[in-house]
């Protein structure tokens, strides 16, 4: 599986929007990018994923860049519940995963 | 979202003794099970995939004979910590997928913390 970077932390403002990078250059043709994040001692949960196209739910949005090699994990209105290590993914499919270190988003009062 | 259930939440145990965790798919057949373990401030790390009724594949530097892994069912898989020792604290949680679970996303356990003393 390709392999992702992501920055270790990062800060955010509550209410503000949160914009988390990943970079996955060596990312191959068929492979989807996937985001979780993990609240301190819980399991992953699925946050979203997406092959070309830039994609929404009502939990965030993912927008992947043209080449591919890089996308952007968005929460447009961060809170305090949204502080959580933040992982990005990329794999053939939704199972059996690969994680990197991910990013440990803080959201600030 | 697909339904898992993972027991116990959390188990304090003395070492040299064994525990026993276990991960229920409660609304599809879970036919592979993964396993991860994660060590504090670390990532999760895949330790073995498990199918249904064969021998579970482990990765490197995770000993099969220390970690026991029974699928024996469609719907339950259970990891024994067998003789366990301090540097085995961590937090194990478990993945299946299957048929009836959605293919295009991964769901997880709520995870096991495990303490020896």
């Known amino acids: 599986d390709a392999k992702t970077t992501q920055p270790p932390s990062m800060d955010c403002a509550e209410g503000r929007a949160a914009n988390l990078p990943c970079n996955h250059s060596t990312i191959s043709g068929n492979e989807y990018v996937y985001w979780y994040r993990q609240i301190h001692s819980q399991g992953p949960q699925y946050i979203i994923h997406?092959?070309?196209n830039n994609e929404t739910n009502e939990m965030a949005s993912l927008i992947i860049t043209e080449d591919r090699k890089s996308s952007t994990l968005i929460l447009p209105h961060a809170t305090l519940r949204d502080t959580a290590v933040y992982y990005c993914i990329v794999n053939l499919s939704g199972n059996q995963f690969y994680f990197g270190t991910g990013t440990s988003l803080t959201v600030i009062p | 979202g697909a339904v898992v259930s993972q027991h116990p939440s959390w188990v304090i145990c003395k070492s040299g003794t064994s525990v026993k965790i276990e991960c229920r798919s409660l609304?599809?057949?879970?036919?592979?099970m993964f396993w991860y373990r994660q060590f504090p401030k670390q990532s999760l790390m895949l330790m073995a995939t498990?199918?249904?009724?064969?021998?579970?594949?482990?990765e490197q530097g995770v000993e099969k004979d220390k970690f026991l892994i029974n699928h024996a069912s469609l719907t339950l898989s259970t990891l024994t910590v067998t003789s366990a020792h301090p540097e085995d604290s961590s937090f194990y949680i478990c993945?299946?997928?299957?048929?009836?679970?959605?293919?295009?996303?991964?769901?997880f356990g709520q995870g096991t913390r495990l303490t020896v003393v």
């Open positions: 609304d599809f057949q879970a036919t592979t």
């Open positions: 997406g092959l070309k």
């Open positions: 993945s299946p997928t299957g048929q009836g679970a959605p293919n295009t996303e991964a769901f």
């Open positions: 498990s199918n249904e009724g064969s021998k579970a594949t482990y």
